[in-house]
């Protein structure tokens, strides 16, 4: 059954995710659960920007992964530096094909779609407390938003909070 939003649409899959970037995805999530974290895929930051995969571990810390699928995704890609201060810690994820053709002052995770591995960490650089509060809170509501739309797919007919 796939996950529908209250107006008929996927959240998680809008159709701009390659089935390259589906792979790193699901590999990622994997071994981002298998770590403890809860992972939520396509969270809207406050800057507008979408986070490929926000992870919220269990001392709190809040990681987001930019995933890669391609060398080509990687160099038209200028909005990553603006999620460094978004998150306590920043990775890079994709195929081992792609190679390793990221920053080496951001985490990098390789996956084959089933398993990853962090390859490289990210360097830890704490978000405000406020900031934290407020991304904290956005994760829970898009999860449980999403959560509910599972269960009950229909339109909503009141004004969002």
């Known amino acids: 059954m796939p996950l529908l939003s209250a107006f008929d649409?996927?959240?998680m899959i809008d159709g701009r995710q390659s089935p390259a970037a589906m792979?790193?995805?699901?590999g990622v999530a994997r071994l981002l659960r298998d770590l403890g974290a809860?992972?939520?895929p396509?969270?809207?930051l406050s800057s507008g920007r979408r986070a490929d995969l926000v992870a919220l571990n269990g001392r709190g810390e809040i990681w987001i992964v930019e995933i890669k699928s391609s060398l080509a995704d990687f160099r038209a890609d200028t909005k990553w530096p603006h999620y460094r201060?978004?998150?306590?810690r920043l990775f890079f994820a994709s195929l081992p094909e792609v190679g390793d053709i990221f920053p080496v002052e951001v985490g990098l995770?390789?996956?084959d779609g089933y398993a990853a591995e962090i390859v490289r960490e990210a360097?830890?650089?704490r978000l405000a407390t406020a900031a934290r509060r407020a991304l904290t809170l956005r994760i829970a509501q898009t999860a449980a938003r999403r959560l509910h739309e599972l269960e009950d797919p229909s339109p909503r007919l009141s004004v969002p909070l």
């Open 85 to 88: 201060t978004a998150c306590d």
């Open 38 to 40: 809860a992972v939520v």
């Open 9 to 11: 649409v996927e959240p």
């Open 23 to 26: 792979k790193v995805r699901r």
């Open 123 to 125: 360097p830890l650089d």
């Open 109 to 111: 995770i390789m996956t």
């Open 42 to 44: 396509e969270v809207t």
